[in-house]
């Protein structure tokens, strides 16, 4: 396409130059009956599932649509969501924290069209485009990451597996059978960008080998003692290594101290390490971050490895399936996962979700592991 200038000028970058504006003020975007009954709201209902009420001390109620949101759209998808909040809502619509997308009306009727409009709305290949869901004791949005449409460090994808775990879950988004809220969240590598050390069940993108060093580079394109701080278990190290007939600064890796995190290959560019065999999936369950009854807790490592199986991830979507349904028999209600395994023990927990506990999930990071040992004769057989 033949460039068409903003006006911007390059040739003077300075000028009319306009910085530190921050993001529009909140409440410039209200609906009005949000604006005028802000700070009082009585109470609220869950009418059904993906559709809530909130009454106002001056009467005023706000009905409150949720629909399942893909995270990643097109321009097409939001002007679509952005048309059906024209029809129905005054033009106003917003994100959750969770990413999907709330739209809402201030009186029934309104409402009942606005559902009817949303159930039927579909994708040419059959998907639902606003799926109504994700309030209650149910499965909500997974809070997801870029994977191999964006990152260059993931050791899984995150669309990918995210459209296939909601399609083996999907039912439990527009229902409320479980014992409490159950939040699924994904990050492709152990940066843990979102929510995965604090979710009810994570999915989390593992390499299994350690990084490739590109001598020839690596002091070019690397500051050689940040790799080396990068290393959690130290296994870095600087060496002198012959390239021809040149010796050149670089690295050294320890492979028995590496454990594959990925973080030297973060600080720098010469020590790739993603692998198509050896990467794939850890499910880590029973985080949250409310404080509701119990304190909040990180998510704990179950299953040590799953392959990557694109496009439709089947071991590590029919595994998450088994631990939901073993939670939703098993947990009393407002047991959170990580509430109903303290209850029951860990032990009871592998045997309930028939999940193999392998030598992988001990605690062996620094002096905090021991504290994750059993110091007591408390044990179920
Ligand atoms: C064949 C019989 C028994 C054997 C072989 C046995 C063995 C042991 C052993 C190896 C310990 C751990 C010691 C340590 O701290 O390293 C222990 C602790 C203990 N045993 Fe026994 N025991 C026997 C019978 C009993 C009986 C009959 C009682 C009480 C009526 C008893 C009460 C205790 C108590 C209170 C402790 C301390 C537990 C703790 O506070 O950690 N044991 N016993
Ligand atoms: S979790 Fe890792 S791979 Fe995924 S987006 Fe964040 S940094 Fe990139
Ligand atoms: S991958 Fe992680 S553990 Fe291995 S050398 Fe790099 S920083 Fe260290």
């Known amino acids: 396409m033949a460039f068409i200038s903003s006006g911007y000028n390059p040739d003077k ?29 009585l109470y609220h209902e869950i009418i059904k599932p993906g559709v809530l009420v909130h009454v106002a001390e001056s009467g005023d109620e706000v009905y409150t649509v949720r629909c399942g949101g893909a995270r990643l759209m097109t321009v097409t998808h939001i002007r679509e969501i952005c048309e059906i909040a024209d029809k129905y809502c005054g033009g106003y619509v917003r994100w959750t924290t969770r990413n999907n997308v709330e739209f809402m009306v201030d009186d029934k009727a309104k409402c ?7 159930e039927g709305r579909k994708f040419d290949g059959g998907s639902f485009k606003l799926p109504i869901g994700g309030t209650g004791a149910g ?5 997801h990451t870029q994977g191999w449409i964006h990152c260059h460090t ?13 399609d083996e879950l999907f039912s439990d988004f527009q229902n409320h059978r479980l014992p409490a809220q159950l939040r699924v969240s994904l990050a492709c590598c152990l940066n843990m960008c979102g929510a995965v050390h604090c979710s009810d069940i994570a999915i989390l993108g593992y390499h299994r080998k350690p990084p ?20 959690p278990t130290a296994a870095v190290k600087p060496s002198k290594v012959t390239v021809g007939d040149k010796e050149v600064k670089s690295v050294a890796v320890n492979e028995d101290r590496c454990m594959f995190c990925g973080n030297c290959y973060t600080m ?11 990467d794939g999936i850890v499910l880590m369950v029973g985080g949250k971050v409310s404080n509701r009854i119990s304190m909040p807790k990180f998510s704990k490592v179950v299953v040590a490895f799953i392959p990557n199986e694109p496009p439709r991830w089947g071991t590590t979507t029919a595994t998450i399936k088994r631990i939901v349904e073993a939670y939703a028999a098993g947990a009393n209600k407002y047991e959170r996962l990580g509430d ?12 309930k979700c028939e999940l193999e506990f392998t030598h992988h999930l001990i605690d062996d990071f620094r002096d905090p592991a021991y504290y994750t040992w059993r110091q007591s004769t408390q044990f179920k057989f």
């Not at 109903?340 to 045997?351: L, N, Q």
Request: one cysteine or more; a negative charge.
């Open 340 to 351: 109903w395994a303290e209850r029951i023990g860990w032990e009871r927990f592998f045997d």
């Open 13 to 41: 970058p300075m000028e009319n130059r306009i910085t530190d504006i921050g993001p529009q003020k909140y409440d410039k975007f209200y609906p009005p009956v949000i604006a005028k009954n802000k700070g009082k709201w």
């Open 212 to 231: 490739l060093l590109d001598h020839e580079y690596l002091d070019k394109m690397c500051e050689i003692p940040l790799a080396i701080a990068a290393c």
């Open 154 to 166: 993931p050791a899984t994808d995150a669309s990918g597996p995210v459209k296939a775990t909601l």
């Open 268 to 278: 720098c560019p010469s020590m790739p390490l993603a692998d198509q065999e050896g």
């Open 112 to 118: 009942d069209a606005l559902i009817k409009d949303l």
């Open 139 to 143: 499965v909500t949005n997974i809070i």
